[in-house]
């Protein structure tokens, strides 16, 4: 993929990068000028990830189901790269049983990587991205997040779950903007939008019309990201 240089100066962690729709992300972002840390719990995946990427890109080797590992993963990212300021959440798990057939084990594995490792990253990247005066989230849901759906039954309530915890966190973030005179002047012209957090449906055509007003693919997705955008 051509480098277009597009978000030259961005700091990107990538959850899920490795495979899928996540290691498209990695790849869209860092032909766009991103360094990009590849984090996936498939260590040798990660690192051969970042090997293909190229210079500015970092395999790490993390499940995102640990606080101690999402933690270290993000400490490792700031200090390779001198800060944090895009997070994506795109490490997740599909399970197909019908209702009676789901064991809790399927159950918990699926809410802890899509929605509790959601949680884990965010709480472990806030700080860096509120510090870098410009930082953007955005977390993949689905249209299961949005209504239910035979034989998925813990997916369908990961997405929903990862959809109310992306609305609260954009709330308490617009509340903290909104109190802190120093990131409320951040580098856009608009203060509100420093923090971004999306649910760009988990497929390769996302559509964005929440925030562009039109359909986008994978490859164009990395314009999400860029400030001066229309909310």
């Not at 997740?92 to 918990?108: K, L, R, S």
């Not at 949680?119 to 510090?131: E, G, I, K, V």
């Not at 925030?211 to 999400?224: D, N, T």
């Amino acid at each position: 993929m051509a480098r277009n240089g597009k978000l030259d100066g961005r700091k990107a962690l990538v959850t899920g990068g490795a495979s899928g729709f996540g290691r498209e992300i990695a790849r869209t972002l860092k032909a766009a000028g991103a360094a990009v840390a590849v984090v996936d719990v498939n260590a040798e995946s990660a690192e051969e990830t970042a090997a293909e990427l190229g210079e500015g890109a970092l395999g790490i080797g993390a499940d995102v189901r640990a606080a101690a590992d999402v933690r270290a993963a993000v400490d490792r990212a700031v200090e390779a790269f001198g800060g944090l300021d895009t997070l994506v959440i795109s490490a997740g798990v599909f399970h197909i049983a019908d209702f009676e057939e789901v064991t809790e084990e399927d159950w918990d594995r699926t809410l802890a990587v899509n929605l509790k490792g959601a949680f884990l990253a965010t709480q472990a990247a806030m700080p860096h991205l509120r510090a870098s005066g410009r930082g953007r989230i955005v977390m993949i849901s689905s249209d299961a997040g949005k209504r239910g759906f035979a034989g998925i039954a813990p997916y369908t309530a990961s997405k929903f779950g990862l959809n109310g915890l992306m609305e609260s966190v954009a709330a308490e973030v617009r509340v903290q903007l909104d109190r802190d005179d120093a990131l409320a002047a951040p580098p856009d012209a608009d203060g509100e939008r420093q923090f971004w957090v999306t649910d760009a449906p988990d497929s390769f055509q996302v559509v964005a019309e929440r925030f562009l007003g039109r359909p986008v693919r994978c490859l164009e997705w990395a314009s999400l990201l860029e400030p001066g955008e229309p909310a």
